[in-house]
């Protein structure tokens, strides 16, 4: 049974930092992408961030570009989310995703349909 547990969420103020991870158990990501989305309330599934299986192609949502980075170490089985400059509008619930099915694929990695596993989401607030 494929399990992805974030971590890392807070409260933080305007400008500040987090790093999110998400350790993946049951079997190994190496090989495939993977990905992170937020969810604010009353708003649907967004998409973050996603890293291809070897870490050689990153993806970012244009909201986020240049303040957010993802990083994967495999042998860890873990995947990670590096967040500068943190706004009011980046406050949601942040999940992890893991493509289990495209070998060494990134195509439609901007997609949740494109995932099996999803984490449990942590939360993240930005406030002053």
């Known amino acids: 049974q494929v399990q992805l547990v974030e971590s890392g969420g807070g409260l933080v103020q305007p400008g500040g930092s987090l790093r999110l991870s998400c350790v993946a158990s049951?079997?190994?990501?190496?090989?495939?992408?993977m990905g992170w989305f937020r969810q604010a309330p009353g708003k649907g599934r967004e998409f973050v961030s996603a890293?291809?299986?070897?870490?050689?192609?990153?993806k970012y949502a244009d909201s986020v570009k240049g303040r957010f980075t993802i990083s994967r170490d495999n042998a860890k089985n873990t995947l990670y989310l590096q967040m500068n400059s943190l706004k009011p509008e980046d406050t949601a619930v942040y999940y992890c995703a893991f493509d289990s099915s495209n070998f060494r694929s990134t195509l439609g990695v901007e997609t949740p349909r494109v995932y099996d596993y999803w984490g449990q989401g942590t939360q993240v607030t930005v406030s002053s």
């Open positions: 049951g079997r190994t990501f190496v090989g495939y992408a």
């Open positions: 890293i291809s299986w070897n870490g050689g192609i990153t």
